[in-house]
């Protein structure tokens, strides 16, 4: 059974930063790409970023360049997510989830974590 478990999240001021884990099992970590997806209160499903199956390629939501930074330790079977310069819009459930390949971010995603909250307030 796949299980993902995200960690890390918490309240910090605008400005701030956050380092996001999900812990992965159940599946060959290595031969999957990884996202990240989050959902705010009262608006969809944002995808927030992806990482290929040994880290070579990442992708970035245009609103997350130069802030985010996703990264993987397939000898650890986790997932990263380097959150800086944080802004209230940021302020979400993040979840992590198994991509359908080695290089494709297209969804849907049908393994999801449980998620982890993000708060950016003052």
């Known amino acids: 059974e796949v299980q993902l478990v995200e960690s890390g999240g918490g309240l910090v001021q605008p400005g701030g930063s956050l380092r996001l884990s999900c812990a992965a099992s159940?599946?060959?970590?290595?031969?999957?790409?990884m996202t990240w997806v989050r959902q705010a209160p009262g608006k969809g499903l944002e995808w927030v970023s992806g990482?290929?199956?040994?880290?070579?390629?990442?992708h970035y939501a245009e609103s997350m360049k130069g802030r985010f930074t996703i990264s993987r330790d397939n000898a650890k079977n986790t997932l990263y997510l380097q959150m800086n310069s944080l802004k209230s819009e940021d302020t979400a459930v993040y979840h992590c989830?198994?991509?359908?390949?080695?290089?494709?971010?297209?969804?849907?995603?049908?393994?999801w974590g449980q998620g982890t909250q993000v708060t950016v307030s003052s």
């Open positions: 159940g599946f060959t970590f290595d031969d999957y790409a």
């Open positions: 990482i290929s199956w040994n880290g070579g390629s990442t």
């Open positions: 989830a198994k991509a359908r390949g080695t290089d494709s971010f297209q969804g849907p995603y049908p393994d």
